[in-house]
């Protein structure tokens, strides 16, 4: 009996000894707090973990009726708007540079990627304290003083949005390197047997041959990442907070859902049912989002 | 840091350190070691003999930025015998801590809190301290003890009063010729006519003040938060009027914005990039020993006929939890330390950082607030001082915070933002009272 259970060389057991610890973590640290979660969206549950107040889809209401939650998606709307395209076409820019080098190629690969093991919290830092805070001695502001304009308050200005180029600039830093290994990686593996048919051709070096050769190869590689970005996009919270909030709350702009979330469920709030309920909300448009972006770009079917 | 770090008071007002997802989920993950790290008792400041003795208490503390402040409660609690108290000493989201802390079995027994808020009482998390603080209760500044009282019980023990206000720099004044403004239109002309190319007139926080004055303009508008009746107190054009005043100081880019130490750090003030700045008492050390006696300070001014001056006050009060396993003994230990040992109380005032004492006794006592800028703020705190109401929830404080957040940059209708926010806070205040 034993023997059975065990399997042919022990088979079941290893596997339980290799899997076992790994599914335990997804179990408790993952599936869960998902689940309980989820039964928290149905009840009253402000300053409890264990309520007992079923309230029903109240909660989905209230969240779905804030206009601070439909704002905050709309943030991200535009967030990635801006972010998904700069740091796809940055990237790649890259990618195609480093990939031409004749030397040096290991090093510039490297100082690209390098910002990538930097921390959010700590560029977020240094975004708003050197490089972009508003008097005068601030980077960006000594530079304008160079020009003579006057010193702009970059995170607290709201019209022009000038808070964007910070968020988005702080972001594009961190992850336009790792995306361009990526794409790197994405590059090496297009056969040179197809440059040199273009070739003989009669395919011109430069735009042609990219616009018809690399980047259609490119097209798995791209998908994989305008995918990753997206999903990065809607969990961004790091940056946001670090750059934007003060010790009083968070100002009514830039809100991203997490944010949004962080402040409604974790403050002095507390309100555990409703953070869950939009959490599960924002959980269902990442889901389709992912979904309805994988058909389209019709990832997971084979290359033709 | 500096001092200034940790000594806010009003609920609004605590400092979020820097946070980022991986940081908040480790948080959420480590609360069920600190709870065990709790029961170790790794230092408890306390010398050898006496220990053992009696039932085992955590008692928190948020993280005071003034030196020997954290000695100086380690000390006090070695000193009690009745129970061998653990002190932790907890830097980061206090508020933060110690609401998720209080869901689980392993947070404190005793813990410092910026509240308690309405809901923590209504949900049951802290315990009745009236009878621990029934023998002095007149004693202690009813400004800052009306908050902690809710269906007449005490629910925290004020520890030391925190107050805000505005410092100005006199010799800057004189030269731009320029009265310390006693109303809010003479504030905004007095920062007008203080910005220069390099400095500015007014330092209200990074977010030009939406965040910090809170309730304050109102105030100084005449109104309140909240009724004596549990009704909304500012939905008048009244407020309208006075935060609209607000973006004015903002248009006209008389403003300090996106300095690198937020408000509550007087390091603008002092390194001369602002002619004015809203900050609080706690600050008054570091401002003297940097200009001397080039400053002055002021309550938020007036505003329209029926205006007052406003500082906001509040105090952090010692809290029992509900979910402790020595209540009894951990309501023994705040009476001790809270109620009984004024000479401690005193020493945790004025000794390391300034603070108002919330015993009036200890305040009408303490040698440092006798003299100069600190003498006034007491006198401003017992003339104008505002507390938070408890029925101000935090979800009306991020409706005034985002209204006021609107006017001040976006330019927002006055009117039509006062009356969004007037609404919401409507709502909670059904809300709560529908509960009690």
Redesign the interface.
């Known amino acids: 009996m034993l023997a059975r259970l065990l399997g042919p060389q022990k088979r079941n057991l290893w596997f339980w000894i290799f899997t076992g610890p790994f599914v335990l973590g997804l179990i408790v640290?993952t599936y869960v707090p998902l689940l309980w979660s989820i039964t928290l969206s149905f009840f009253d549950a402000?300053?409890?973990?264990t309520p007992t107040h079923f309230v029903g889809l109240s909660n989905y209401a209230t969240v779905l009726g804030d206009s601070?939650f439909t704002s905050s998606l709309l943030t991200f709307a535009v967030f990635s708007l801006f972010i998904v395209p700069a740091t796809y076409a940055l990237s790649l820019g890259l990618a195609l540079m480093v990939h031409r080098l004749r030397f040096a190629r290991a090093f510039f690969r490297s100082v690209f990627f390098l910002p990538t093991a930097c921390?959010?919290?700590v560029a977020?830092?240094i975004w708003k304290?050197s490089i972009?805070?508003?008097?005068?001695f601030?980077l960006a502001n000594t530079v304008l003083r160079w020009f003579g304009a006057d010193p702009v308050?970059?995170?607290?200005?709201?019209?022009p949005p000038w808070y964007w180029l910070v968020i988005v600039t702080v972001r594009l830093w961190l992850q336009a390197g790792f995306y361009m290994v990526l794409l790197l990686a994405g590059l090496q593996r297009i056969p040179r047997a197809l440059y040199e048919a273009a070739a003989v051709d009669g395919a011109r070096p430069g735009w042609q041959t990219f616009r018809y050769i690399t980047f259609p190869q490119l097209r798995a590689t791209s998908v994989a990442v305008v995918l990753l970005l997206v999903i990065n996009a809607f969990?961004a919270?790091?940056e946001f907070?670090?750059l934007l909030?003060?010790?009083?709350?968070y100002?009514?702009?830039a809100r991203p859902p997490?944010v949004y979330l962080?402040?409604v469920a974790?403050?002095?709030?507390?309100q555990l049912g409703v953070g869950s309920a939009g959490a599960v909300v924002l959980a269902l448009i990442i889901a389709i989002v992912t979904v309805a972006q994988a058909r389209w770009f019709g990832l997971g079917r084979k290359e033709a | 840091m500096t001092m200034s770090e940790s000594t806010?008071s009003d609920?609004?007002?605590?400092?979020?350190p820097?946070?980022?997802?991986r940081?908040?989920l480790a948080a959420g993950?480590g609360l069920a070691a600190a709870g065990l790290l709790t029961a170790c008792g790794s230092n408890t400041g306390r010398g050898s003999g006496g220990a053992g003795s009696g039932p085992a208490l955590s008692q928190w503390y948020h993280q005071y930025g003034e030196a020997g402040t954290e000695q100086a409660v380690k000390r006090y609690a070695a000193a009690y015998k009745p129970a061998d108290v653990t002190v932790q000493w907890r830097p980061g989201n206090y508020?933060?801590q110690t609401?998720?802390a209080?869901?689980t079995s392993n947070g404190p027994d005793v813990f410092e809190v910026n509240?308690p808020?309405l809901?923590?009482i209504q949900?049951g998390?802290v315990v009745d301290l009236t009878a621990e603080i029934e023998a002095v209760r007149s004693d202690f500044n009813q400004a800052v003890l009306a908050p902690k009282i809710f269906d007449g019980k005490v629910w925290a023990v004020p520890q030391v009063i925190d107050m805000q206000m505005l410092f100005y720099r006199k010799s800057l004044l004189k030269k731009a010729g320029v009265n310390p403004p006693q109303t809010l239109d003479e504030l905004v002309d007095a920062a007008g006519r203080l910005t220069t190319k390099?400095v500015k007139g007014l330092f209200l926080?990074?977010?030009?003040g939406?965040?910090?004055m809170?309730g304050t303009p109102l105030f100084a508008a005449g109104l309140e938060l909240v009724t004596a009746q549990g009704t909304v107190g500012f939905d008048d054009p009244a407020a309208a009027t006075a935060l609209g005043k607000l973006h004015t100081l903002y248009k006209n880019k008389s403003l300090?914005?996106?300095?690198?130490a937020?408000w509550?750090d007087p390091s603008a003030f002092t390194q001369g990039?602002t002619a004015m700045q809203w900050c609080g008492l706690w600050a008054v050390p570091q401002v003297q020993k940097a200009l001397g006696d080039d400053f002055g300070v002021l309550p938020f001014p007036r505003d329209g006929a029926s205006g007052r001056p406003a500082v906001p006050v509040g105090a952090y009060g010692s809290a029992v939890s509900a979910r402790s396993k020595h209540v009894a003994a951990g309501k023994a230990f705040v009476k001790w330390l809270w109620v009984d040992r004024t000479d401690f109380q005193e020493d945790f005032s004025t000794s390391y950082g300034f603070h108002i004492p919330a015993r009036i006794s200890l305040a009408k006592r303490a040698a440092k607030l006798r003299t100069g800028a600190a003498a006034e703020a007491v006198r401003l705190t017992t003339e104008y001082g505002h507390a938070n109401p408890l029925l101000w929830?935090?979800?009306s404080?991020?409706a005034l915070?985002?209204a006021t957040?609107?006017i001040i940059?976006?330019?927002a209708s006055p009117a039509a933002q006062v009356k969004a926010a007037a609404a919401t806070a409507a709502a909670e205040l059904k809300r709560v009272q529908k509960q009690s």
């Open positions: 640290f402000r300053n409890t973990v601070a921390s959010y919290v977020s830092l304290m972009f805070n508003g008097v005068r601030g308050a970059w995170l607290s200005t709201t019209h969990q919270f790091d907070y670090n909030s003060t010790a009083n709350g100002p009514p702009y997490l962080y402040y974790l403050g002095q709030g507390q | 806010r609920r609004a007002s605590l400092p979020l820097h946070l980022g997802r940081g908040l993950g508020d933060q609401a998720a209080l869901l509240g808020t809901d923590q949900g998390q390099d926080g990074n977010d030009g939406a965040g910090v809170g300090l914005l996106g300095a690198p937020d509550s990039l929830t935090s979800a404080t991020s915070m985002d957040n609107r940059k976006d330019g």
